[in-house]
């Protein structure tokens, strides 16, 4: 059974750090790219970051470029997502998900989620 | 970047109804889109994939359609389990982008 567990959440003050964890599960994690997600309190679902199956190529969404970092450890089987000079705008559940492939295709849908990990940035 | 707007933003229906939400990218996406369902307090769920396609498991009256830059997403006959919020989602490229969200409640 595919399972994604997210870890690092917590609360951090503004122009903080934090490092969030994704270990997965039950699936060939080195042959999926992943992304993140974030969903703000009471609001939509953003798009944050994505990296391929190697960590070779990562992309950005434009709010987060240049202070978020993501990478991947395809031996441990593990995502992660560097968040540095947070500000109130980070604020979110964020969820790490899984590249869904039907075959020998893949497509930019995520076909497994985690169950997110809240960050709060707050003085 | 794409934008994704769905319609309506909220809807409230009874059990046994059809309900159709509709998400309308700025510009052509082929059928380069996802429906998810998120349950208050739940991660999204994939529902549909490739606009019309149904993910394992997804109850059949689920139903996607459309293509290019207008798709729906139809719920045949609404169960009390379908309460949730919809969001449609566009994969054809980077910033992948999500719609607003729509929140449908029985009446």
């Known amino acids: 059974e595919v399972e994604l567990v997210e870890s690092g959440g917590g609360l951090v003050q503004p122009g903080g750090s934090l490092r969030l964890s994704c270990a997965a599960s039950?699936?060939?994690?080195?042959?999926?790219?992943m992304s993140w997600v974030r969903q703000a309190p009471g609001k939509g679902l953003e798009w944050v970051s994505a990296?391929?199956?190697?960590?070779?190529?990562?992309y950005y969404a434009d709010s987060v470029r240049g202070r978020f970092t993501v990478s991947r450890d395809n031996s441990m089987n593990t995502l992660f997502l560097q968040m540095n000079s947070l500000g109130a705008g980070d604020t979110a559940v964020y969820y790490c998900?899984?590249?869904?492939?039907?075959?020998?295709?893949?497509?930019?849908?995520?076909?497994?989620w985690g169950q997110g990990a809240l960050v709060t940035v707050s003085s | 970047d794409i934008q994704m707007t769905q319609s309506p933003s909220s809807v409230s229906a009874s059990v046994g109804d059809r309900v159709t939400i509709t998400c309308q990218a700025n510009?052509?996406?082929?059928?380069?889109l996802a429906w998810y369902q998120q349950k208050p307090g739940k991660a999204p769920k994939l529902l549909i994939y490739?606009?019309?396609s149904l993910q394992s498991g997804v109850p059949s009256r689920f139903s996607g359609s459309g293509s290019g830059t207008d798709f729906t997403l139809t719920i045949s006959s609404l169960q009390p389990e379908d309460v949730a919020t919809y969001y449609c989602?566009?994969?054809?490229?980077?910033?992948?982008?999500f719609g607003q969200g729509t929140k449908l409640e029985i009446k």
């Open positions: 039950g699936f060939t994690f080195s042959d999926y790219a």
């Open positions: 989602q566009q994969a054809n490229s980077i910033p992948y982008s």
């Open positions: 990296i391929t199956t190697s960590g070779g190529r990562t």
């Open positions: 510009q052509d996406i082929s059928g380069w």
């Open positions: 998900a899984k590249r869904s492939c039907s075959g020998s295709s893949c497509y930019s849908f995520f076909d497994y």
């Open positions: 490739a606009a019309s």
